[in-house]
Every structure is written in C-alpha cells, then in structure tokens.
C-alpha cells in the first residue's frame, strides 16, 4: 500500500498531519526546558552531613583535592566512616545491620543522598551557588 493509498483510505485531512506533527515536536519540549537549567559540572558542591534532622558538618568537594576519612561517632556508640575523595563522598563503614549506605558507594552529583537510615544519618550534595541538581538521569 502506497502512503497516498494509506491517505485516502484513512480519510486524514492535511490538518491532521499539521496536529500530529505539533505534537512529536512539542513533546520535545520539556527536553529543552529542563536542559537550560542544567548547572555546569565544574560548579562548585559540598556534601552536608545530617543526622536526625540536625546539620553536623559540611564537606568540600573539590575534584583533586586529597581525599579525607570523617568519623562519625553518636552518643549511643553508632558509627559512620565517611571518606570524601575529590569531588565525591561515600559511607565507607557502618556498624549498621543492614549496611545499605555502605553499598550504595560513592555520590557525585548534586541532589545526590546517602542515607543511613538506622542511625538517621543523611548526606546530600548540593551545588555552593544554590542550584538544586545535575541531570540525574541513571
């Protein structure tokens, strides 16, 4: 079958090509939006340290800076390691059942979190110039 044969016998009118042809294009849309906001990946970041809701201590990210070891100790006796290595940050150890911060492995990216989730430890990245996120498409 022909794509005249298809035209006719599908009784579109010129109108309805110009309709679905806005609508591929506008689908695109939200692309170009989202991707101006995008901030560079050379921004500077810094990784917060939250336990419990409360702000304990803010890290650097810097790409080539040497990396660092954080103990994080609770009143309790709970124990988080945090080693911060350039640009990027991860729970290396926990005394924690499940271990699930321990393997989620290095973070990056801003709007990225860690979380340690029986010791109520949090660590998000964040842009210093305030933009909320990289393109975090995994």
């Known amino acids: 079958m022909k ?3 298809f035209i006719r016998a599908s009784h579109m009118k010129p109108w309805d090509f110009i309709i679905i042809f806005t609508l591929i294009v506008s ?5 170009v939006v989202f991707g101006s906001q995008q901030i560079p990946e050379n921004a500077e970041k810094q990784a917060i340290l939250r336990v419990d809701g409360k702000e304990i201590e803010t890290f650097q990210l810097v790409e080539g800076k040497k990396g660092q070891r954080y103990t994080y100790k609770s009143d309790i ?3 988080n390691i945090i080693e911060i290595d350039g640009d990027r940050i991860r729970i290396s150890e ?3 059942g499940d271990q699930i ?3 989620r492995g290095w973070a ?3 709007g990225e979190t860690i ?3 029986p010791h109520k430890v949090v660590i998000e990245i964040v842009a210093i110039d305030g933009s ?3 393109d975090l498409i995994y």
Not at 27 to 31: D, V
């Open 3 to 5: 794509i005249k044969e």
């Open 27 to 31: 689908s695109f849309l939200p692309l």
């Open 77 to 79: 006796g709970e124990t």
């Open 94 to 96: 926990a005394d924690c």
């Open 101 to 103: 911060c321990v393997r």
């Open 108 to 110: 990056s990216k801003n």
């Open 115 to 117: 979380v340690c989730l």
């Open 132 to 134: 909320e996120t990289d």
